[in-house]
């Protein structure tokens, strides 16, 4: 996973389980790469849409959506990465984030590549010149 990451400008960062608390981060794209294992996942927050995800999946989450894992196998272990220039932070909806992170959001740039496919992805013909 890390070898595909890499090979398409999306650096890994970690390799890890996700959080089981809705967070999302406003300063970046995350792409999560399944190493090991499956796991529900609730994309969208408390009220989003739940899904299965196992070993060689991946998940591109847009900047500001929240994300979870609802329950995991023992083995589950996804790896983590972020465009370049793209530091991610750590946001849970609290009181007093917003609006410093709806205008973080709002600058975080689409990125150059596909995290899978490149530069001829199907991530920039979905999303085109704005993130969503």
Excluded at 19 to 27: I, K, L, N, V
Excluded at 29 to 50: F, I, N, Q, T, Y
Excluded at 63 to 90: E, I, K, N, T
Excluded at 100 to 123: E, H, Q, S
Aim: aromatic share 8%.
């Amino acid at each position: 996973m890390e070898a595909l990451l890499n090979a398409n400008d999306w650096p890994p960062r970690w390799r890890a389980s996700i959080f089981t608390y809705h967070h999302y981060h406003s300063t970046a794209h995350e792409v999560l790469g399944v190493a090991s294992g499956d796991a529900w996942v609730l994309m969208g927050g408390p009220k989003g849409r739940e899904l299965k995800i196992r070993a060689g999946d991946v998940v591109v989450i847009p900047a500001g959506v929240g994300h979870c894992r609802l329950s995991s196998s023992s083995d589950f272990l996804v790896v983590g990465g972020y465009p370049p220039g793209q530091d991610w932070d750590l946001l849970r909806g609290r009181d007093g984030e917003r609006p410093r992170a709806d205008r973080n959001i709002a600058a975080v740039k689409v990125p150059a590549t596909d995290p899978v496919f490149g530069a001829k992805g199907p991530l920039l013909d979905v999303w085109g010149t704005e993130a969503p």
